[in-house]
Every structure is written in structure tokens, then in C-alpha cells.
């Protein structure tokens, strides 16, 4: 049996996680759960799945989880998300903190031994150097959870990486896949947080209208594949069906599909090699009866263009990109700053920012930390 220790249970990909659990509770046990300030939803989950171990990041929520008297050991701050993440006996740990905040934990659980089901795609951006060389030091398996990389992931199945011509991203477009540039000047989060196919938290939805989490998934690529960034690739597939792509150097090329839900990749990551049955309807091509492509769009989506000048930029860049962008879309949901400001504001910290090699964890911190500063004085002279 897989122990299994869950960071951001409360979230999407966490209860998603759970979901696939509950139906295979001969094959996983959860050890540990770790969340930021959902102490309801945590409570529930602790009753259904009784673990060792849970954490909260928020220290005054976690207080209140402990005056509750429930039968587990309630661990508060990022030093309590550590330990969950480390946990004595855990086989897995699923990476599933949203933002920055997934990178601390991950890394300990890297050093730790564990194996990593990974859907945080900020911690490759901000540090995949080190944390995919401490992988490969410790004898860590990194197996991804986001969908397009674990379609990849599936695509490549242990094949000669020389074979491999080049690696093809889809991405669904977002709410406004239809929509013109100069209508992008007038929406609203309300509007941006409608994402046609998937259901997932209020930032990654954004990015997703964005397509600065096609951006950072380009990024977490190039890591996860150590492929160089001229060989990846992004299309709209507005259907969401193809997960993703890899094109061979003979011009043949192998897709994955499914319907759009996350318990797929999800499953596929807890139980790799092998596969568990009944997670995802079956799919029907015929009722789908059409699945289309475009090249997106770079005046429309500049997040994606500002991806790629962080990836020539190399170094610490990418983690400043990944910051600003982080300050940017919560200045966006506050209604602070236009929907079109966010990659404005990205753009000019990546602007003011010079490239350092970090050496470790700290450092790429101190330059997350720099560039969140940043991009808040921007922010404010702006809207000042």
C-alpha cells in the first residue's frame, strides 16, 4: 500500500486526489494532508481519510482546527507543511500547493527521499535546476500531474529522447479564446473566471485566460523533458481533448486523449507504471465529432511571448517572471489593475530585473521576494 502525504488537499487538485483514493482504498493510505486556511473542508477530509498528520499554513487556523479535538496531530506554518511533506513512512508526496508557496515543501520532500506526483508547476519555474538535480541525486521520481505533462510524460513512455523532434503543448484558449484585444481591455474577473472546460482555482484559471500557465507549463517542460525551449511548442485546442503532443524525427506523431477531468493524470501519477480502472468516462469521438487547432495568437496572449523572453534570459528569470505574475493576478482579482495590466506588470519586472545564477532554495527565494516587491511599487505607480 502507497502512503501518501497530500499538499493543498482543500484545493481542486487535492480533493480531486482524494476522489481517486476513496475508490481504491485497498491500494493508498493518506499519512498526511496540508492546506493554507480551509479548516472546514480539512475537517471533513480528516473524518473521511483519518490521517497521521495534518498541517496548516496559516498559523491562527490551525488553532482553531486543534480546539476542535480531532484524533490527529494539527502542524501550523510553513515548518508544519515541511514535516507533512517529510513524513517518516510516506512513499509519494502530491505537490499540489497553488502559487509560489509548493516550493519549500517540495524540495524538502526531494531531500527526503520521497517520490514527487507533481502539479505545483512554480517550483520548476522558479528553481527546476536544482530541484530536478536533487531529484536525480536522491534517486527521486518526479511523475507530473498537470495534464499536459503527464499526456507528455505518457506520449514519451521511456523512448529515446534523440527520437523526440519536438514536444506540442495544447492549451484550451481560456474564457476569451474568441474574444478581440480590444475587448480584453473591459473584462472582469467574474468573466475571466469562467474557463470553458476545466474547473480549477481562481489563479490558474486566470493564467489560463492569460495563457501564462501555458507559459509556465512551456517552462516546466523544458525541465521535466530537459528539452530545450526552441523544440516546445503551443497550439489552441479548444475542445480539450488532446492533452498534449510529441512529434518524432520521422514525422510520425503520438497524442494523448481523454475527457477533460484532472482525476486522469491524477491517477496515472499515483499509480505509475501501472494504471487504475474506472477514473474517467469513456471517450466518444463520435459524439465530439471534430477536434480543431490554431496558432495562438501572440498580440493577444503576450504572456506567452514574455515566457519565452525568460527562457533566452535564462537564470532567475523565469522565477521573476512566475512573481510578478503571481502579485499581478491577485492585483487583477482586486480589481486594482486591468486584465490587460497583468502582463504589463510582468513585463516591466522582468525589465528592471538582472539575471543571477542561484546557487539554492534561498536564493531563488530572496529573487521571488525582490520581485513581488517589485512588481507591487509598479503596481502602485500605476495606479496612483
Keep these: 500500500m502507497k502512503r501518501l502525504s497530500i499538499l493543498g488537499s482543500t484545493g481542486s487538485i487535492g480533493k480531486n486526489t482524494l476522489e481517486v483514493i476513496s475508490g481504491h482504498a485497498d491500494r493508498f493510505r493518506v499519512a498526511a494532508l496540508a492546506a493554507r486556511n480551509n479548516i472546514g473542508e480539512l475537517e471533513s477530509q480528516i473524518k473521511a481519510f483519518r490521517p497521521d498528520v495534518v498541517a496548516v499554513l496559516d498559523e491562527p487556523a490551525a488553532e482553531d482546527l486543534k480546539k476542535k479535538g480531532l484524533p490527529v496531530d494539527v502542524l501550523a506554518g510553513e515548518e508544519g507543511i515541511v514535516r507533512a511533506a517529510v513524513l517518516e513512512g510516506v512513499d509519494m508526496v502530491v505537490s499540489a500547493i497553488a502559487g509560489s508557496a509548493g516550493l519549500v515543501p517540495t524540495h524538502a520532500a526531494i531531500q527526503a527521499g520521497k517520490d514527487i506526483a507533481l502539479a505545483t508547476k512554480e517550483t520548476l519555474v522558479m528553481a527546476g535546476d536544482i530541484i530536478m538535480s536533487e531529484a536525480s541525486e536522491k534517486g527521486v521520481s518526479i511523475i507530473p500531474v498537470d495534464s499536459e505533462h503527464s499526456a507528455v510524460f505518457q506520449c514519451l513512455d521511456g523512448r529515446d529522447m534523440n527520437e523526440v523532434e519536438r514536444l506540442i503543448l495544447t492549451a484550451s484558449g481560456g474564457a476569451f479564446l474568441r474574444s478581440s484585444v480590444s475587448e480584453l481591455e473591459s473584462v472582469t474577473p467574474s468573466d475571466a473566471l469562467q474557463h470553458p472546460n476545466w474547473d480549477m482555482g481562481r489563479k490558474i484559471t486566470i493564467d489560463s485566460a492569460t495563457m501564462m500557465n501555458k507559459g509556465l507549463e512551456v517552462i516546466e517542460a523544458c525541465w521535466l523533458f530537459n528539452m530545450p525551449f526552441e523544440k516546445i511548442d503551443v497550439l489552441l485546442h479548444p475542445q480539450s481533448i488532446i492533452h498534449s503532443m510529441v512529434e518524432f524525427i520521422d514525422g510520425s506523431v503520438i497524442a494523448q486523449m481523454s475527457v477533460p477531468d484532472m482525476k486522469g493524470p491524477i491517477a496515472y501519477a499515483l499509480s505509475y507504471p501501472g494504471r487504475l480502472g474506472d477514473i474517467l468516462p469513456p471517450l466518444k469521438l463520435a459524439e465530439i465529432r471534430e477536434l480543431t487547432f490554431e496558432e495562438p495568437d501572440h498580440s493577444k496572449y503576450p504572456a506567452l511571448s514574455l515566457t519565452y523572453e525568460a527562457l533566452r534570459a535564462g537564470g532567475t528569470m523565469p522565477c521573476v517572471l512566475n512573481a510578478a505574475n503571481e502579485v499581478a ?23 528592471e530585473h538582472r539575471v543571477l545564477k542561484a546557487r539554492n532554495i534561498e536564493e531563488v527565494l530572496n529573487v521571488s521576494e525582490w520581485a513581488r516587491h517589485k512588481a507591487r511599487e509598479i503596481i502602485g505607480r500605476n495606479v496612483a
Design 329 to 351: 493576478v491577485e492585483a487583477f482579482l482586486e480589481e486594482r489593475i486591468p486584465f490587460t495590466g497583468i502582463t504589463g506588470v510582468v513585463s516591466d519586472t522582468m525589465a
